[in-house]
């Protein structure tokens, strides 16, 4: 197994799914885990999971349903201006620092 994948795609960021059962969903990404490839984005690919109550914590027993990992693959990130799914591209800024930049509409994604 090779090292660490690099993401394009980071924590926060609105992105669609593009394949999967959640095909066409929109969500922010929650979390990013780089070396397996994956993310959770919120409200898409709910899986349930049987949890047994715990008192000390304060934490009910039962059937939750929360988050589960999807391929980065599966999802592209939503273009600034145009509001549709893109693919992205890194921009070399003079002082040497790169900036996340849409590749349909050349828009920076950065806050």
Do not use: C, W
């Not at 990013?32 to 715990?54: D, F, L, S, Y």
């Not at 929360?66 to 999802?75: C, H, T």
């Not at 900036?99 to 349909?104: G, I, K, P, Y």
């Amino acid at each position: 197994m090779a090292g660490i994948k690099r993401s394009k795609i980071k924590k926060n960021d609105q992105v669609e799914i593009i394949a999967g059962r959640d095909k066409g969903k929109r969500g922010r990404v929650l979390e990013v885990a780089p070396t397996k490839g994956k993310i959770k984005i919120e409200g898409a690919g709910i899986i349930k999971r049987h949890q047994r109550a715990n008192p000390q914590s304060n934490r009910g027993g039962g059937i939750i349903e929360k988050e589960a990992f999807i391929d980065i693959s599966n999802v592209q990130l939503i273009d600034p201006q145009s509001g549709k799914p893109t693919r992205i591209k890194y921009h070399l800024e003079v002082d040497g620092s790169k900036t996340r930049v849409a590749a349909t509409s050349g828009h920076s994604i950065e806050k």
